[in-house]
Structure formats: structure tokens, C-alpha cells
């Protein structure tokens, strides 16, 4: 299994930015997808996740407004809007894949089962 993040980069503030990662070696549908992110000197934190299917979705609470996240099933791909980026974003952000048990939307790191390399975002102000 492999996942695939890109999309990171230096944005100003107030900026946009779209992530994607792209999975291999897994029946994709099968698992709902999860951004996480680790600012320096900072725990990993949940983003947000969203079902096999495309929806429901959930965000953290400090995400909520501002970043969005879908999936292309057919493409095996999840992206993760971000917009009015501050300086709080910046970030290595991680996708995470986790099989599908039941109907819930999880936000615990250690329940997922695999992760990409993650993908850096830095805000400039």
C-alpha cells in the first residue's frame, strides 16, 4: 500500500491550496481517508476524514469553514482544500487511510492503518 501526498508549498496568507494523495495497493472505496497535520514542535493533529463512499464528512473544530475535503474513487485520490491560509497552517500534512469498520468517521491517529510521506504547507505572513 502506498499513499501518495502532494500539493504542499509556500503560500502567502489568505492564500489557497489544494492537497492530494493518491493510494495504491488497496481497494480504495474500502477506506475512509483522514488528513492529519504536525506543526514543529507539535503533537500530530486531526484535519479531518471523510467516508469510503465521498460522504459524511468531519472536520476539527478549528478547520471547520476554511478547509474541505473530497475523494475521487475512481481516480483513488483524496484531496484537501485549504483556504485563507494563516500562519497557524503551517504544516506537514499527512493523509492517513483507515479500513472500514462500521459507520463512524474516526480521529485518532492510531487508528489508522496506513500513511503517506506527508506534504509540507508553510504560510508566510
Known amino acids: 500500500v502506498q499513499l501518495q501526498a502532494s500539493g504542499g508549498g509556500l503560500v502567502q496568507a489568505g492564500g489557497s491550496l489544494r492537497l492530494s494523495c493518491a493510494a495504491s495497493?488497496?481497494?480504495?472505496?474500502?477506506?475512509?481517508m483522514a488528513w492529519f497535520r504536525q506543526a514543529p514542535g507539535k503533537e500530530r493533529q486531526f484535519v479531518g476524514a471523510?467516508?469510503?463512499?465521498?460522504?459524511?464528512?468531519i472536520y476539527a473544530d478549528s478547520v471547520k469553514g476554511r478547509f474541505t475535503l473530497s475523494r475521487d474513487n475512481a481516480k483513488n485520490t483524496v484531496y484537501l482544500q485549504i483556504d485563507s491560509l494563516n500562519s497557524e497552517d503551517t504544516a506537514v500534512y499527512y493523509c492517513?487511510?483507515?479500513?472500514?469498520?462500521?459507520?463512524?468517521?474516526?480521529?485518532?491517529?492510531?487508528?489508522?492503518?496506513?500513511w503517506g510521506q506527508g506534504t509540507l504547507v508553510t504560510v508566510s505572513s
Open positions: 492517513a487511510a483507515d479500513r472500514i469498520v462500521g459507520w463512524n468517521l474516526r480521529e485518532s491517529s492510531s487508528d489508522y492503518d496506513y
Open positions: 495497493g488497496l481497494t480504495f472505496r474500502s477506506y475512509n
Open positions: 471523510v467516508y469510503g463512499s465521498g460522504s459524511p464528512t
